[in-house]
T-cell receptor, first 115, second 115 residues
């Protein structure tokens, strides 16, 4: 089974609107971390936000927030007030405590912000 | 923030030559670094886990004699593509794991073109 599933290959959003990128995960490890990375066309992977499995509150970083629903094993990324510079690939990733520092990546979602 | 550099960013070489890519964590020490390969429009594919002072752990299907990894210090890991062939052309990206933040921080990547 896939550890990380991103079901949206491509998404479009109007500038200044909010957008949700979906991510579901599969693990039996009680301790894990969830991450979102942004990859613009330049190729660099930019760390956006982190959510620990024991965190009680949803993580937020500026315009990014993580909608963590543990029972549903989902960790959706919400980008508020989209900007043209948000157009990029977005990858969801997971680290399980039991498997060391290795990350499992999803297949990514390509986000295009429309002016 | 955490800064990881990667050098060179671009390399074009003839078939049969060897290419060395350097990955440095500039503002933190990393006992673990990772090397990934990424094909266009695809997710990251983990090639190997590089641990400082010990041999790298290669993923299944990755030839350790072709992709030599050395992690000689807490801030530097190198990937050498030996006897490169056109099928080795790809985007190679490294990351460094930052303990405490429990997060991987990525270098900007290296685009390799083998003619």
């Amino acid at each position: 089974a896939q550890k990380i599933t991103q079901t949206q290959p491509g998404m479009f959003v109007q500038e200044k609107e909010a957008v949700t990128l979906d991510c579901t995960y599969d693990t039996s490890d009680p301790s894990y971390g969830l991450f979102w990375y942004k990859q613009p066309s330049s190729g660099e992977m930019i760390f956006l936000i982190y959510q620990g499995s024991y965190d009680q509150q949803n993580a937020t970083e500026g315009r990014y927030s993580l909608n963590f629903q543990k029972a549903r094993k989902s960790a959706n990324l919400v980008i508020s007030a989209s900007q043209l510079g948000d157009s990029a690939m977005y990858f969801c990733a997971m680290r399980e405590e039991g498997t060391g520092n290795q990350f499992y990546f999803g297949t990514g979602t390509s986000l295009t912000v429309i002016p | 923030g955490a800064v990881v550099s990667q050098h060179p960013s671009w390399v074009i070489c003839k078939s049969g030559t060897s290419v060395k890519i350097e990955c440095r964590s500039l503002d933190f020490q990393a006992t673990t670094m990772f090397w990934y390969r990424q094909f266009p429009k695809q997710s990251l594919m983990l090639m190997a886990t590089s641990n400082e002072g010990s041999k790298a752990t290669y993923e299944q299907g990755v030839e350790k004699d072709k992709f030599l990894i050395n992690h000689a210090s807490l801030t530097l890991s190198t990937l050498t593509v030996t006897s490169a062939h056109p099928e080795d052309s790809s985007f190679y990206i490294c990351s460094a794991f930052r303990t405490g933040k429990e997060t991987q921080y990525f270098g900007p990547g290296t685009r390799l073109l083998v003619l």
